[in-house]
């Protein structure tokens, strides 16, 4: 694998092998604690993120580091590219500092592909969101909690709720979902937030949240994402949260062991009720904690790949 781009045609061979190697970096204690390790030391990888970040810039940095690696974070707010620089030129530029590997993060679908097909062969792309296309290492790390929680994916329910159209993550989640065979996957939202003809990605649809936790296994939230809504008739926090929150009761639908997934952030009495997120079925801080394995795994897969 030269660059991960998208979950999208990604063989269940490769995602299986990033999850078992992630798993290897991983404490199944209580805390668990990340190792260090010198699979990257000597390699350069540089954060570029165009877009703001909590959790995916500083977990790659610090998935970086635990490889041993030199991390550079550009910030973009003070680069040159505010001057007029192409991005196609600040990657150049990068390149010519010694990178060896860019996480990218863009508001444009496509962005890390148009980086990955400029770059020379040795060095590695990896998308860390772009626009509303594709999150991989988001989706990844959703999987490996679900596999951490439920062992497999051949018997179980997942429903991913909220706002699909314009989520990048929910497309990466399904993908991964089906292609790790995970016989159900639920999609839940109003009809003004899902894409055309999302049943064609193998997903059954529901516009009803009673019926669309009913049995679930495992719940993956989703915020408004307000700032890929240009023009559209946003629905008030209120209203959403009405008929889309996920409460006590709602979850209490859903199967007694199922999980509560969200990528972050949160929008706390929008899309989930603050009892949920900080409640016993929740998983969302360890989600973030198994990203940095995840990440890890995935950097070091491309950076033992032959070019
Ligand atoms: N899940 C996720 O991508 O979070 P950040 O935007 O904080 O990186």
Redesign the pocket.
């Known amino acids: 694998l030269q660059h991960l781009l998208t979950t999208e045609g990604l063989p269940v061979r490769i995602l299986r092998d990033i999850l078992d190697k992630a798993s290897g970096f991983v404490s199944l204690a209580e805390g668990h604690e990340i190792k260090k390790v010198p699979l990257l030391h000597g390699k350069s990888v540089f954060n570029i993120f165009f ?7 500083t977990t790659f940095e610090i998935a970086a580091k635990k490889l041993s690696a030199d991390v550079v974070n550009l910030n973009i707010g003070s680069s040159s590219t505010s001057k007029g620089e192409t991005l196609l030129d600040t990657v150049d530029n990068l390149c010519a500092m010694h990178a060896d590997m860019f996480v990218v ?1 863009h508001s444009t679908s496509g962005a890390a592909h148009l980086i990955a097909k400029h770059v020379a062969p040795s060095i590695h792309v990896i998308n ?2 772009d626009g509303r296309h594709a ?1 991989p290492t ?1 989706a990844l790390l959703d999987m490996f909690t679900i596999r951490h929680y439920k062992q497999d994916f051949h018997n179980l329910r997942v429903a991913i709720v909220g706002d699909i159209l314009h989520s990048r ?1 929910a497309r990466s989640q399904i993908h991964a979902l089906t292609t790790l065979g995970v016989p159900e996957v639920r999609v839940v939202a109003p009809k003004t937030l899902l894409p055309t003809h999302v049943e064609k990605l193998g997903v059954r649809v529901y516009h009803d949240m009673a019926q669309g936790l009913k049995d679930v296994d495992v719940v993956m939230m989703l915020r408004l994402q307000n700032e890929r809504m240009q023009g559209a008739l946003l629905p008030s926090a209120q209203e959403y949260f009405k008929y889309y929150g996920l409460t006590q009761e709602r979850l209490a639908l859903a199967r007694s062991d199922a999980i509560v997934m969200h ?3 949160m929008n706390r009495g929008v899309e989930i009720d603050s009892s949920v997120a900080d409640g016993a079925q929740s998983v969302i801080l360890p989600q973030v904690t198994f990203g940095i394995a995840v990440r890890m795994a995935v950097m070091s897969t491309l950076a033992g790949s032959k070019q």
């Open positions: 877009e703001n970040s909590t959790r995916t810039r993060r860390a969101g999150h988001q993550v990528p972050g952030p």
